[in-house]
């Protein structure tokens, strides 16, 4: 259960920390949320924050999410998002956090996932953007980023989000799937039928079928 992608750093910490870790305990320790930093201003300008610092808040807030996570009591002094010593007894399943994956696409953006995130989240848009050779060439400085601090490349997840456009069938869905798969070795995606399906039965159905194609094919 996770997200793909949370603005994160438009939220407070605490909030963020106390809502996820009530989502992982009843999921029974499988949360495993995404975080980005968004590309609109408006949503900034809206909650009252600094766009151009967002990356320094995203950074701040993932050290807030650390303590949050593991201390008790427990406090972050930040100076765009403190969180005062208090009583935090409720703790996530996971442990020491739950794994969480970052959205990025450029190169700064990229070289955040490995030293910071368990995952990286791209995306694609069927059949209007796939961008096969873009998600190899992206996940290939990750790869060798985890090589150079001692990791192995596959312990860095990706999960790929996989939009479709309005009219598309669940076999051109599910076939997309499995050649990303064939071309990049990308095996976790989420599947959004948000501009395919209108309600919530359909979108079931809709999962369903694109599961049973792939695991046919």
């Excluded at 071309?183 to 501009?195: A, S």
């Amino acid at each position: 259960m996770g997200t793909h992608v949370l603005i994160a750093p438009l939220y407070p910490p605490v909030r963020s920390a106390r809502s996820m870790t009530t989502i992982d305990l009843v999921s029974g320790g499988r949360l495993c949320p995404g975080f980005g930093i968004g590309w609109s201003p408006e949503e900034y300008q809206a909650a009252g924050l600094d766009f151009g610092r967002r990356g320094a808040r995203m950074d701040e807030l993932l050290d807030a999410l650390e303590a949050l996570w593991t201390e008790g009591p427990a406090q972050h002094n930040g100076v765009r998002l403190p969180a005062p010593l208090h009583h935090s007894p409720l703790k996530p399943a996971g442990k020491p956090c739950p794994p969480f994956c970052l959205g990025a696409l450029s190169e700064r953006g990229l070289a955040t996932v490995v030293p910071r995130g368990d995952g990286w989240l791209p995306l694609c848009v069927v059949p209007s953007f796939v961008g096969i050779d873009g998600l190899i060439a992206q996940r290939s400085p990750l790869d060798r980023l985890a090589r150079e601090v001692g990791r192995a490349p596959e312990e860095s997840d990706t999960v790929l989000r996989v939009n479709i456009d309005a009219g598309t069938g669940v076999t051109q869905v599910a076939d997309t799937i499995r050649l990303v798969h064939e071309r990049t070795g990308i095996d976790h995606c989420m599947v959004d039928p948000m501009h395919a399906v209108k309600t919530v039965d359909e979108t079931i159905d809709h999962a369903r079928d694109v599961l049973g194609l792939i695991a046919e094919g």
